[in-house]
T-cell receptor, first 114, second 113 residues
Framework: DVKVTQSSRYLVKRTGEKVFLECVQD?????MFWYRQDPGLGLRLIYF???????EKGDIPEGYSVSREKKERFSLILESASTNQTSMYLC???FGTGGKNIQYFGAGTRLSVL | SQQGEEDPQALSIQEGENATMNCSYK?????LQWYRQNSGRGLVHLIL?????REKHSGRLRVTLDTSKKSSSLLITASRAADTASYFC?????????????FGTGTLLAVQP
C-alpha cells in the first residue's frame, strides 16, 4: 500500500513563526502536492512538484514556499505564519499523468495560528 | 480555480437507501475521479473513469460519465452508516497536460443508522 505520512496531525503556532510541514511518501512517486482545505472552499492547490528540486505554483502560493531535496520528501514552509493560514493542510503524491494521476493523500495536518 | 462542482452540497439518507451525488466540470478531461474523505482525515481514491467510458462499477459504487454534458454521477447502493463521509470529484487539469487535479467542493453524505 502507498503510504503518505505527514509529520504532525495537529500543530499550534504563533503569528510570525516559521512553520515547517513535512510530507514523506514511500512509493517512489514523481509528483507531490500540497493543498489547504477550508470549509466551503474545497481543496486548493498551494504548490506541487514533479521532480526533485522542481516546484510549480498552484492556485494560492502566496505566503508559502516549498522544498523538495529528495524524491520522497516534500516540505511546505510558512515563512511567517499568519492567522489566515489556520487551516487543514493535505499532502498528496502521484505516479504520473493520464491514468496514473491518482493521488494518494496523507492524513492531514490541522494547523492553528494564534 | 475549482472546476468540479458537486451537487448536492449535503445529503442525508437512511441506511439501506441509495445515495446519488453529481459532479459538473467545465473543460475537456482525460479522466474523472471520485474520492472520499472521512471527517478530519485525508482523501482516499475510490474510482477513476476515463473520458471514453460511460459507466464503471466497483463494489457498491457506480460511476457514470457524460462528456457531452460535462457531468458525472456517483451512486452508492445499499448505503451503510460507515459510508458517512464527504465525497469529491476531481478532474485532470489542462486536459491531462499536467499532473494536477482539480477538486470540487464536495458532497457531505450522512447515512443514518
Amino acid at each position: 500500500d502507498v503510504k503518505v505520512t505527514q509529520s504532525s496531525r495537529y500543530l499550534v503556532k504563533r503569528t510570525g513563526e516559521k512553520v515547517f510541514l513535512e510530507c514523506v511518501q514511500d512509493m517512489d512517486h514523481e509528483n507531490m502536492f500540497w493543498y489547504r482545505q477550508d470549509p466551503g472552499l474545497g481543496l486548493r492547490l498551494i504548490y506541487f512538484s514533479y521532480d526533485v528540486k522542481m516546484k510549480e505554483k498552484g492556485d494560492i502560493p502566496e505566503g508559502y514556499s516549498v522544498s523538495r531535496e529528495k524524491k520522497e520528501r516534500f516540505s511546505l514552509i510558512l515563512e511567517s505564519a499568519s492567522t489566515n493560514q489556520t487551516s487543514m493542510y493535505l499532502c498528496a503524491s502521484s505516479f504520473g499523468t493520464g491514468g496514473k494521476n491518482i493521488q494518494y493523500f496523507g492524513a492531514g495536518t490541522r494547523l492553528s495560528v494564534l | 480555480s475549482q472546476q468540479g462542482e458537486e451537487d448536492p452540497q449535503a445529503l442525508s439518507i437512511q441506511e439501506g437507501e441509495n445515495a446519488t451525488m453529481n459532479c459538473s466540470y467545465k473543460t475537456s478531461i482525460n479522466n474523472l475521479q471520485w474520492y472520499r474523505q472521512n471527517s478530519g482525515r485525508g482523501l482516499v481514491h475510490l474510482i477513476l473513469i476515463r473520458s471514453n467510458e460511460r459507466e464503471k462499477h466497483s463494489g457498491r459504487l457506480r460511476v457514470t460519465l457524460d462528456t457531452s454534458k460535462k457531468s458525472s454521477s456517483l451512486l452508492i447502493t445499499a448505503s451503510r452508516a460507515a459510508d458517512t463521509a464527504s465525497y469529491f470529484c476531481a478532474t485532470d487539469a489542462d486536459g491531462g497536460a499536467t499532473n494536477k487535479l482539480i477538486f470540487g467542493t464536495g458532497t457531505l453524505l450522512a447515512v443514518q443508522p
